[in-house]
């Protein structure tokens, strides 16, 4: 099997997770990539980006993970490393050959606007209709999952799992923070739930869905059991000793208010066009800090996936820089 963006964070531990699952993988990283494998796995360096050598090394893949994509960067560097990547590989595979392929999108693909606070998200819930207003991952992540959804329609067996906030060494979402002020730290949405999945809970379910015969054609969101507040996950790293910054909370409802205030001052001086930061975009405010709660069940019932690292060890672990 392949396993695409091997060598980042969430492919590290999706490696370890498939080689202890008895799989043969085949770890695909970029050239210019220093990242490692485990013993025993077979490294294809490689850019997605543009078709070279690497295309003639996938005759013997029988499945996929894909997981490559470009988190960060603006929108050409995003479209080039998400969606022109995921052409390519798209394109070099026998895909009516691949006994499954499995598809790492995302939660930023959900409409958090049309949700209501308290509600719960889950995967009947609609996919964002205005990307542009939110941001290049979300656009660019919407965009690959349409094609992985195109390409592999009547050609060979997809399942989607969109994770939440991946967090583990080396990926700490501010701890909870939005942002640093001095000796203290503001925690936007304060009393909202993060959905958060640790890195090793999420690489298990991506190997789960390999195999599991009920998950075919799926798309299954993959969010741990524990989900703390932005408040209670700042307070969990701080115990830990990630930050001695003091929290400042700030609930959604002022959170809301402020967008709402911000985004009637763009309409009616900016013809709503303003390029507003993540803190002042109301659209962006939603996705992030709306109150909503997040389900899991189609995970556990369909992967028979269990988040094997509590919400607890995760922080020390991520606190630590080591992975379980």
Known sequence: MLVTGAGGFLGRAVVEAAVAAGHDVVAMIRSASSAQAPDGVEVLRGDLRQRGPWVDALGGVDAVVHLAAAASGDLAEQLAGTVVATENLLSALDLPSLARFVHCSSFSVYDFAALHAGATLDESSPVEPHPERRDAYTATKILQERLVREACDGRTEL??????????????????????????????????????????????????????????????????????????????????????????????????????????????????????????????????????????????????????????????????GRRR
């Open 159 to 320: 399942v989607v799992l969109r994770p939440g906030a991946i967090y583990g060494p080396g990926k700490d979402w501010a701890h909870g923070a939005a942002l640093r002020v001095g000796p203290c730290a503001l925690v936007l949405g304060s009393d909202a739930a993060m959905r958060l999945t640790y890195v090793t809970n999420c690489a298990d379910a991506l190997v789960a869905a390999l195999t599991s015969p009920g998950a075919a054609g799926a798309t299954i969101d993959v969010v741990d059991d524990e989900q703390p507040t932005h408040l209670e996950f700042f307070r969990a790293c701080r115990s830990a000793g990630a930050t001695s910054a003091r929290p400042i909370p700030v609930p959604w409802r002022l959170v809301d208010l402020a967008g709402r205030a911000v985004a009637l001052v763009d309409r009616l001086a900016f013809g709503g066009r303003a390029k507003l930061p993540e803190l002042l975009a109301h659209r962006r405010q939603q996705a992030r800090w709306k109150p909503l709660a997040y389900s899991n069940e189609r995970a556990r019932r369909l992967l028979h996936w269990v988040p094997a690292v509590p919400m607890e060890e995760g922080v020390e672990l991520m606190v630590e």
